[in-house]
Nanobody
Framework: QVHLVESGGGLVQAGGSLRLTCITS????????MKWYRQAPGKQREWVAAISSGGTTNYADSVKGRFTISRDDAKNTAFLQMNSLKPEDTAVYYC?????????WGQGTQVTVSS
């Protein structure tokens, strides 16, 4: 089982930046994919970004060009750098590790963007 702990959320004005951090209990270079999802109030959970063990990245169209996913294998940590934040980015953000046949979820971190 993989345990994930997210941090870095908070309140920021529109146009600002935040960096989310996800620390894994498992060696991150043994994890197939690290992903970020988000869920806004009253909305379905939405995939945001992913990074493979080889470093290939993918992004949802809504965040492309503004968000950057990365990983530091030495620290078993994944990051989500979020720039040019918009009020519609307000959500609880979840880190997800695809390890073996399972997805493991963190507890989430709240991001609130004020207009």
């Amino acid at each position: 089982q993989v345990h994930l702990v997210e941090s870095g959320g908070g309140l920021v004005q529109a146009g600002g930046s935040l960096r989310l951090t996800c620390i894994t209990s498992e060696r991150i270079n043994s994890i197939n994919n690290m992903k970020w999802y988000r869920q806004a109030p009253g909305k379905q959970r939405e995939w945001v970004a992913a990074i493979s063990s080889g470093g290939t990245t993918n992004y949802a169209d809504s965040v492309k060009g503004r968000f950057t996913i990365s990983r530091d294998d030495a620290k078993n940590t994944a990051f989500l750098q979020m720039n040019s934040l918009k009020p519609e980015d307000t959500a609880v953000y979840y880190c997800v590790a695809h390890f073996g046949p399972f997805d493991y979820w963190g507890q989430g971190t709240q991001v609130t963007v004020s207009s």
